[in-house]
């Protein structure tokens, strides 16, 4: 690995994403010291800076453990040799430095965003609520999103199908950060998406202390009490009983406070991976997957009570403004619009080609 031609190049894929990191960091140290809040692991059952390098171990035995399989029946070598043929292939040194650039950056951004999140309602106890359900009420023609869905959907197994949404989410976030950067040899496609999650996270945590809010499900809970019990039920009681703990004693308690619900960085974080899979052109089938999750996950924001419809529109204007922004800084556009560099996008096309016009 040349240093003199990585350094320009990893500048280039991650400069932007480093930046958000350190702004976070910054703003993180700048808030516990005003608020004398101290910092705390944003995982309190398995760290994240173990948990995120297991998904990304466990990815990358996915990925090289049936190649290895493959290649010893196949050119009949044996397990070291072809282990070494697998690693020299798929895992030279640049690609090692560019997944560690990718997985520590990320990790630093979201780690410093779950403190910030945290200190948001000390910073500025003040809530918006009332005014965004006002907003939504005035744009529906009097009526509350969420009780319109309900009349629509029904209270019964829609509940537990988007309750089951809202999870799968919570699990796919991580998961697609290290298919990124794992997974995929495209690598200004995976700094590409990396960075935008990360500029999401960054502005959101800043729009956390303009626009402070707890979402319908705590300042109206009696439109979601109907609902049936589901897992979102736990979790949201849970989110509640912390934010009271770290408000009573933010100096004490050993957690974070998560309840924040302008704007939705659900709906952004999918916004920025729909939009992503659709610029980088991947297969039909994962476009489609990822349009109709995007719908799904803005229909249980509001259905569950987790955000208004103002948070799901400011979700999406900072999700799409994510992957442009990060688009820009790494590269991949033409112009001012957004696009995946040349060599990458013909290499995808030719892949994708190649899978429609081979036969078994």
């Known amino acids: 690995m040349n240093i003199t031609r990585v350094l320009p190049q990893t500048a280039r894929q991650w400069g932007l994403a480093w930046a958000c990191s350190l702004i976070l960091v910054v703003v993180m140290l700048v808030m516990s010291a005003t608020t004398n809040v101290p910092l705390r692991d944003p995982d309190n059952v398995l760290p994240g800076y173990i948990r995120f390098p297991l998904i990304v171990v466990g990815v990358l035995a996915v990925d090289v453990l049936p190649r290895w399989i493959l290649r010893m029946s196949r050119d ?89 949404v809202y999870f799968l989410w919570i699990a796919m976030v991580p998961v697609s950060i290290a298919v990124a950067l794992v997974w995929t040899r495209f690598t200004s496609a995976g700094a590409w998406f990396v960075t935008a999650v990360s500029v999401d996270w960054l502005l959101g945590a800043l729009l956390y202390y303009v626009i402070p809010t707890v979402g319908p499900i705590y300042s109206d809970p009696k439109t979601f009490a109907h609902l049936p019990h589901t897992y979102v039920t736990e979790l949201a009681s849970s989110m509640w009983d912390d934010r009271v703990k770290v408000l009573a004693d933010p100096t004490t308690y050993d957690g974070l406070q998560t309840i924040a619900a302008f704007p939705s960085l659900h709906v952004g974080i999918m916004v920025t991976i729909t939009l992503t899979v659709v610029l980088i052109r991947v297969p039909r089938i994962v476009r489609i997957a990822a349009y109709v999750m995007l719908v799904l996950t803005i229909l249980a924001t509001v259905y569950l ?6 948070d799901v529109i400011g979700g999406a204007l900072l999700g799409a403004f994510a992957v442009w922004a990060a688009a820009m800084a790494t590269g991949n556009h033409e112009g001012w619009r957004p696009a995946l560099r040349p060599q990458e996008a013909q290499e995808l096309d030719e892949l994708a080609s190649s899978a429609l016009t081979t036969r078994p």
């Open 76 to 164: 009949r070598v044996g397990p070291v040799d072809s282990f070494k043929g697998v690693m020299r292939d798929r895992w030279p040194a640049s690609h090692w430095w560019f997944a560690a650039n990718g997985v520590v950056s990320w990790y630093v951004c979201y780690a410093a965003f779950r403190n910030v999140k945290s200190m948001a309602p000390i910073a500025n106890p003040g809530l918006w609520d009332d005014r965004l359900a006002h907003l939504d009420r005035f744009f529906l023609g009097g009526h509350d999103p969420a009780d319109v869905l309900h009349s629509m959907l029904g209270q019964g197994w829609a509940a537990h199908l988007l309750s089951d």
């Open 305 to 310: 009570g987790w955000h208004f419809g103002a």
